[in-house]
């Protein structure tokens, strides 16, 4: 007998009709007999439960929108269960435990039709059972990566994320596609907090997003944390990954302790994520995470579509007025947005000033900025559309509290009024633009002594932790090597840009596919675009002409239309 004509599910469907007044909740329509229908915002076949937070009383008609990604054809069904069984007939052990079906389920629930290349194999490694390491550009979709996992799991997954920016806006973008997830933070209000781990014991988040020093030893929190340890997850997805090896001794110790927190909560799976990590790097992050087996992925880290120019300019004021001619050239043929990276909030307000004078009014968007005002302007960059553009609008101030995971596809230009403090955080910065695949560029302004102000703050940054001893020296020692190898990229303008890059940060070449790679990706992947690069960097422009590289940036901006 089906699941829905049981008793016990008639009992369920009555009490929530009578919960919501026998109202249609998306259309407010009175319903009744076979017009009123009961549904689930997750799935049961996700793991959806039969509790009031994940039912709703809907119309026929309201009810068949939400369903009208289910009616796939057996014959797709068919065809992708064949591909699977065949790359299972050559792929090995690998995919023994990997089930098409619910991989199915889940890509409709979640509104995609088709996987990109580059992220089948680490989803299907997911759903096998191994810890897996991805490393790929900005804007490739690491975060489905994840998500399909995660919606798979059994019981919710928790996801390590540096920022509470970044996690607001990823939850807000999840609920928004109804799939459950939560963050805790300290912004939250005590009952509030209470509330989503309450629901947390129920079951019914799949993502439950917080900071590494929410796993800290605190009695505040102890309620918190036995809530944690109590309902362990199934996965440990860490967001931003690179920060283990960044933070982990000096600036957030404890990013380096998540290998014991993971022990702590039963050793969940391992996914882990970033845009940049060499070769040094990755096996930090994995003898950290105690995951030194897990699959590694690297993508090809190569940005096409984003132009790279290194401009040498010692006057503020130049640079300044260089940005307002950009962004107002930029905005008369698109609606794309302009970011200008500062590594401090003095700096920044500086910078606003200077720009003031050149008819720009940037917002200024920093960590310690209050959450109301973080959200009012990443709203704002979502809201700005072609209807609505002026020159004076669509630009804004950032400290690298943006540079990880915001995700605004239409921003065409990103400038560095001072280079950052190392690679990894330069390929995550300039990265913000172009996640849409159209033309941008991104602009790093150096001038002499440009490492003192970065050398000086990491000297404050290491000097205030809790390292001691010879292993602090080790710590700033390492932090100003990073600084120094950007300075010496920002500087070498002989040298293609996007190869010194593509060199340090070991973008590897993809290996043959083997034949059940070629199945899988029949059955669950788009054929990928080639990618076309229009503008390399000023090093390469340079070969060819002569003058300034500020020519290159407005060549570029001017061929953006």
């Known amino acids: 007998m089906s699941y829905y004509f049981r008793p016990e599910w008639r009992k369920i469907r009555l ?80 995919l023994k435990r990997f089930n098409p079906d619910r991989l199915g389920v889940a890509l409709r629930y979640m509104g995609v039709k088709r996987l990109r290349p580059n992220q089948l194999e680490p989803i299907v490694a997911a759903l096998s059972g191994d810890d897996i390491l991805l490393i790929s550009p900005t804007g490739s979709g690491k975060s489905l990566c994840f998500q399909v996992p995660a919606l798979l799991a059994g019981s919710h997954s928790i996801v390590v994320s540096p920022l509470k920016a970044l996690m607001v806006d990823q939850v807000v973008g999840l609920l928004r596609r109804n799939f459950p997830a939560t963050f805790l933070n300290s912004d939250l209000s005590d009952d509030e907090m209470s509330k989503r781990l309450s629901l947390l014991e129920k079951g019914i988040f799949k993502l439950l997003y917080l900071a590494p020093e929410r796993f800290a030893p605190s009695r505040k929190r102890g309620k918190e944390l036995k809530t944690l340890r109590e309902n362990p997850p199934q996965h440990l997805i860490i967001d931003e990954a690179h920060c283990i090896d960044k933070w982990g001794l000096a600036f957030r110790p404890e990013y380096a302790k998540l290998g014991v927190y993971r022990q702590q909560l039963g050793n969940p799976q391992v996914l882990a994520f970033t845009a940049t990590a060499n070769p040094e790097t990755r096996n930090e992050i994995l003898q950290s995470l105690k995951a030194e087996n897990a699959k590694v992925f690297v993508e090809d880290l190569d940005r096409k579509n984003i132009a790279l120019a290194r401009l040498q300019m010692h006057d503020d004021k130049k640079r300044a007025k260089l940005i307002a001619e950009l962004h107002t050239a930029m905005r008369l043929r698109s609606s794309g947005k302009t970011l200008v990276f500062v590594p401090t909030i003095a700096l920044g307000e500086e910078v606003g000033e200077l720009l003031k004078k050149q008819g720009i009014e940037a917002k200024f968007f920093y960590g310690r900025l209050p959450s109301m005002e973080r959200e009012l302007i990443i709203q704002g960059l979502h809201n700005d559309t072609a209807d609505e553009r002026s020159a004076d609008s669509g630009c804004v101030i950032c400290t690298n509290a943006f540079g990880m995971g915001m995700d605004i596809p239409d921003v065409r230009l990103v400038f560095h009024w001072h280079h950052p403090p190392s690679v990894e955080d330069y390929a995550q910065e300039f990265g913000r633009a172009g996640r849409d695949g159209k033309q941008s560029l991104a602009v790093v302004f150096t001038k002499k002594a440009d490492e003192n102000l970065l050398n000086f703050m990491a000297e404050k940054s290491v000097g205030k932790s809790k390292i001691l001893g010879p292993a602090k020296a080790l710590a ?85 239309g």
């Open 476 to 560: 700033l020692d390492k932090v100003k090597k990073s600084i120094q190898k950007m300075k010496t990229f920002a500087n070498q303008r002989d040298h293609c840009f996007n190869q010194l890059l593509l060199e340090e940060l070991g973008s590897a070449t993809k290996p043959i596919p083997r034949l059940s790679k070629f199945f899988l990706n029949l059955a669950f992947a788009k054929r990928q675009k080639r990618e076309r690069r229009y503008f390399c960097c000023d090093g390469c422009w340079r070969k060819k002409h002569s003058g300034h590289a500020t020519n290159f940036a407005r060549d570029v901006v001017e061929k953006m």
């Open 15 to 94: 009490a929530i009709l009578e919960r919501d007044n026998w109202q249609c909740r998306e259309c407010s329509k009175s319903i009744k007999g076979r017009n009123a229908h009961v549904h689930h915002k997750l799935p049961r076949a996700l793991g959806g439960l039969d509790v009031d937070e994940n039912l709703i009383s809907l119309c026929s008609a309201c009810h068949a929108t939400k369903h009208a990604n289910l009616h796939v054809g057996l014959s797709t069904r068919f065809l992708q269960g064949t591909a699977v069984k065949l790359a299972k007939l050559f792929g090995g052990d690998d």
